[in-house]
Every structure is written in structure tokens, then in C-alpha cells.
């Protein structure tokens, strides 16, 4: 569907017209503004949904929507990937 409906050489738009309106609602009906360290919150929004989404729409603009799919499916698993923790030295050395 992205393939299809993206406009062509506007990734940016397609991702801020997918992401700005459900981002102004949450805030709408929460009320809240992020507390504490402002930095992290940032970082974390432009990384997480800035970042992945307009790199989403790239990849769509560039891939056939087969390809594209595909690359969001295993997504999770590359995370998940990434974030295990590495084994402790002392594992590592018992299996020797």
C-alpha cells in the first residue's frame, strides 16, 4: 500500500503526514508533555519514529513493495538482535 500511495520523491511528506497526526492527538488526549531529561525524549522520538519512518518510505520509494515488506517483517528480529546482551566473560570462559 505504501508503493502505491507514496508521492513520488516526497518521502518526507508521506512520513510526516503518516507519524504528525497521531503524534498531536496522543498529546491532545494526554495532556502531558514529557518530564524529566528532554535530550532523551528527543533522541528517542527522532530515532524511533523520525528516523525509522522516513527510512521506511525511502526504502519503499527505492525497493519493490515485495522487498520493503520484507525488510519490516524481519525488523523486530534485527532488534531483538541487537539488543540481547552480550554473554558475561565468565560464561564464555566455562564453555572452554
Do not use: H
Not at 533522541?43 to 523520525?50: A, P, R, S
Amino acid at each position: 500500500m505504501t508503493t502505491e500511495w507514496l508521492p513520488p520523491d516526497r518521502p518526507l511528506l508521506a512520513t510526516t503526514v503518516r507519524a504528525l497526526p497521531r503524534g498531536l492527538m496522543m498529546l491532545a488526549l494526554t495532556r502531558l508533555l514529557p518530564t524529566g531529561t528532554w535530550w532523551r525524549s528527543l533522541l528517542l522520538g527522532t530515532l524511533n519514529i523520525g528516523a525509522s519512518n522516513v527510512l521506511l518510505f525511502v526504502a519503499a520509494y527505492r525497493l519493490p513493495g515485495g522487498i520493503a515488506a520484507m525488510i519490516m517483517a524481519v525488523q523486530p528480529m534485527v532488534v531483538l538482535l541487537l539488543a540481547a546482551p552480550p554473554p558475561s566473560p565468565a560464561v564464555s570462559a566455562s564453555r572452554r
